[in-house]
C-alpha cells in the first residue's frame, strides 16, 4: 500500500526536475505536491501508526510533509522542493521496510511471508517502488521456499530468475546497451544477456573491472543452477530426496540473486 505513494514521490519528482524555472510556481505542480502531502495523513500514516504500534515513531516524518505543503504554499526554489522530497523518500522507505516487518511477523496483510528477513523486506521494498512485476516474483520465490508442501521447485527458480531479469531490463533497457561504443552481441545471441546489462550498469557507476567480474560470475553460477533445475527429472521412489536436492539448489540460485540484486539496486542494510 505505501509502495503506491513512493510511486507518487517519485512521479512529483520527476515532474519538478522537468521544470526550468527557479522557482516552483505553476499551480498544478502545486496543488500536485499538496494533494500527495494529503494523501499521506489521510490514508497511509494510520497503518504506520498501527503497524509500528508508536505514533512517535511516524512524528518526525509528519513534520517534512507539513514542510513540503508550506513550500506549496508559497513561491519557493525548485531545489528546495528536491531537496525535502528526497529526504521524505529515504524515510518514507525506511518506514515502509519496518510496517512490512511488523506485518509479516504477524502474518497478516503485506505479503503474506512470515518469516521474510531485513534482507529480503529492503529488496521487496526497493523493487516495489521501480518494478513491482520483479517484486511480485520475488516475493512468490519466497513464499515458495517458506512451504513445506511442494513437490517441485522449478517454478521457483524461474521466479527468481524472472525478478533479475526483469530488474536488469529496467535498469539497463536493450537500446541502451547496444547503443554503447563497440557493442557486440556475443556469439550466437541475438539480444543482450544479462551478464551484458550487468556490465552495463556497473561499469556506468563506475565501478572497477574486478567487481564487475564478481557480479558476473554469480550471473553464471545462477545461470548453471537455473538450468539444472530446470532439466531435472525424479525418480517416483526417491521423489522426497530429490524435491529437498531441488529446494537446496533454489536457495543456492536466490543467494545469488539476492546478492546481484543488492549490487544492482545500491541496497545498504
Known amino acids: 500500500m505505501i509502495g503506491d505513494l513512493l510511486v507518487r514521490l517519485y512521479a512529483l519528482q520527476a515532474r519538478i526536475g522537468r521544470?526550468?524555472?527557479?522557482?516552483?510556481?505553476?499551480?498544478?505542480?502545486?496543488?500536485?505536491?499538496?494533494?500527495?502531502?494529503?494523501?499521506?495523513?489521510?490514508?497511509?500514516?494510520?497503518?504506520?501508526?498501527?503497524?509500528?504500534?508508536?505514533?512517535?515513531?511516524?512524528?518526525?516524518?509528519?513534520?517534512?510533509?507539513?514542510?513540503?505543503?508550506?513550500?506549496?504554499?508559497?513561491?519557493?526554489?525548485?531545489?528546495?522542493?528536491?531537496?525535502?522530497?528526497?529526504?521524505?523518500?529515504?524515510?518514507?522507505?525506511?518506514?515502509?521496510?519496518?510496517?512490512?516487518?511488523?506485518?509479516?511477523?504477524?502474518?497478516?496483510?503485506?505479503?503474506?511471508?512470515?518469516?521474510?528477513?531485513?534482507?529480503?523486506?529492503?529488496?521487496?521494498?526497493?523493487?516495489?517502488?521501480?518494478?513491482?512485476?520483479?517484486?511480485?516474483?520475488?516475493?512468490?520465490?519466497?513464499?515458495d521456499l517458506a512451504g513445506s508442501e511442494r513437490l517441485s521447485y522449478r517454478g521457483t527458480a524461474s521466479e527468481l530468475r524472472e525478478a533479475l531479469r526483469e530488474t536488469l531490463d529496467h535498469l539497463a533497457p536493450d537500446g541502451d546497451v547496444m547503443g554503447q561504443t563497440g557493442f557486440k552481441l556475443e556469439e550466437g545471441q541475438t539480444k543482450t544477456t544479462m551478464k551484458q546489462k550487468v556490465r552495463f550498469i556497473l561499469r556506468s557507476r563506475g565501478r572497477s573491472k574486478t567487481q564487475r567480474e564478481v557480479a558476473e560470475k554469480s550471473l553464471d553460477l545462477l545461470e548453471s543452477l537455473t538450468g539444472e533445475v530446470a532439466r531435472s527429472t525424479y525418480n517416483r521412489a526417491s521423489l522426497a530426496t530429490h524435491v529437498e536436492t531441488t529446494r537446496n539448489e533454489v536457495l543456492k540460485i536466490k543467494r545469488y540473486v539476492d546478492t546481484v540484486l543488492h549490487d544492482l539496486l545500491e541496497i545498504s542494510e
Not at 526554489?77 to 524515510?91: F, G, M, N, P, T
Open 19 to 143: 521544470g526550468r524555472a527557479m522557482n516552483v510556481n505553476d499551480r498544478q505542480t502545486k496543488e500536485e505536491v499538496i494533494g500527495t502531502a494529503t494523501a499521506y495523513f489521510s490514508s497511509f500514516r494510520q497503518p504506520l501508526v498501527e503497524s509500528l504500534g508508536d505514533e512517535s515513531h511516524v512524528l518526525p516524518h509528519d513534520a517534512k510533509w507539513q514542510d513540503l505543503i508550506r513550500l506549496a504554499h508559497g513561491n519557493n526554489s525548485r531545489k528546495s522542493y528536491q531537496k525535502l522530497i528526497r529526504a521524505i523518500h529515504k524515510e518514507l522507505t525506511a518506514l515502509n521496510v519496518a510496517h512490512l516487518s511488523c506485518v509479516s511477523h504477524r502474518g497478516v496483510g503485506g505479503s503474506g511471508v512470515s518469516d521474510m528477513t531485513p534482507a529480503e523486506q529492503l529488496i521487496v521494498s526497493t523493487l516495489d517502488n521501480s518494478v513491482p512485476s520483479a517484486a511480485a516474483s520475488y516475493r512468490q520465490a519466497i513464499l
